[in-house]
């Protein structure tokens, strides 16, 4: 069993909720599914092991400083597969709210 890697959630309004996590070597997310859209933006370089439903791997490396974007609907877990700790911020895009 891994370590939970650590998620402070930074903002959480109508619009966004932002939240870091902090993961050590070897710790994971958990598996999840993801219910709005989505950025991440890594603080460091986050070299990750993505496994996904049905048993399928992933090795990626997000160098520190850059950012992608994913759909609402995305299911995994996200592990730390390097040898450092390693940290992103999320940002989850909610519903806009109706403009008058």
């Avoid at 069993?1 to 109508?14: F, G, I, K, P, Q």
């Avoid at 989505?38 to 950012?67: F, N, S, W």
């Avoid at 299911?75 to 989850?92: C, I, K, L, Y």
Wanted: charged residues 25%; aromatic residues 6%.
């Amino acid at each position: 069993m891994r370590a939970s890697c650590t998620a402070t959630v930074l903002v959480d309004d109508e619009r966004v909720r932002v939240t870091r996590f902090d993961f050590a070597p070897g710790a994971e997310t958990g598996w999840h599914r993801h219910g709005h859209d989505y950025v991440i933006t890594a603080i460091t370089d986050c070299h990750m092991l993505l496994e996904d439903p049905g048993g399928g791997t992933r090795q990626v490396l997000v160098p520190v400083g850059t950012a992608y974007r994913r759909s609402e609907g995305v299911e995994h877990n996200v592990v730390n597969d390097g040898t450092a700790p390693m940290s992103f911020v999320e940002v989850e895009l909610k519903e806009a709210p109706p403009r008058p």
